[in-house]
């Protein structure tokens, strides 16, 4: 393989490995990782919203049927996917916006949900679905339940039924530096380490067959 393409090789296999890694880091002792989906629970029909799920780099509608429970797992692996926002959106504001397919991308009217741009979305909950909690106390999470209904002034709101958390309040008590660890930012700032330190490497490989020569 020419040098050059090796070295290429390297930084691509290194990057992989280091996302890879950041998803798969072990908790601190004491702690376990648990996943928990989401379930969502309506009594009426909500005719006048849409519902997402928004996480990572996605974005996924979410369809709600009345009497009925709907479960909510994971967009994608990894920190980047750990956590999401369930979304109620008007239709009416939805009007015009384009759903046509995009080559894997978000379509015009994903991407404005996604980017807070259609007015009148509601953040109905923030949900984790990825948490280190004490050994001890894992086995007495369960999915958090949440039920959607119509709030006093015609907007919609969710209601804590059971098991999980009040998940606003446990990442507002959470660690900052385990939160920003287990983020995207991290492994971006990872990443580009090991693109700089397989590049010195790259450097001194060079100097020294030239040397050789």
Not at 10 to 39: C, E, F, H, M, N
Not at 124 to 130: E, G, P, Q, W
Not at 136 to 141: F, G, I, L, T
Not at 173 to 180: K, P, T, V
Request: glycine share 10%; proline share 5%; hydrophobic share 40%.
């Amino acid at each position: 393989m020419p040098r050059a393409k090796h070295i290429a090789f390297l930084i691509i296999v290194g990057l992989s490995a280091s996302t890879a890694s950041l998803g798969d880091v072990a908790p601190d002792p004491g702690y376990k990782r648990i996943s928990l989906k989401l379930i969502i629970e309506t009594r009426d029909d909500f005719p006048e919203h849409r519902f997402f799920i928004r996480s990572g780099a996605d974005l996924k509608e979410i369809q709600l049927k009345r009497g009925e429970s709907t479960t909510i797992e994971p967009l994608g692996g990894g920190a980047y996917y750990s956590a999401g926002t369930l979304l109620a959106v008007p239709n009416k504001n939805l009007q015009g916006l384009s759903e046509s397919p995009t080559n894997g991308k978000l379509n015009e009217l994903q991407k404005a949900i996604y980017d807070d741009a259609v007015p009148g979305t509601i953040e109905l909950v923030k949900h984790s679905f990825a948490r280190e909690v004490p050994i001890a106390e894992a086995s007495d999470w369960q999915d958090p339940v949440y039920r959607i209904e119509i709030d006093g002034q015609g907007g919609l709101k969710a209601i804590h039924v059971s098991g999980g958390a009040n998940v606003s309040n446990l990442a507002a008590n959470e660690n900052s530096g385990l939160r920003f660890w287990r983020s995207a930012a991290a492994a971006i700032v990872a990443g580009i380490f090991l693109m700089f330190g397989v590049a010195m490497l790259g450097i001194l490989y060079f100097r020294k067959t030239s040397k050789q020569s």
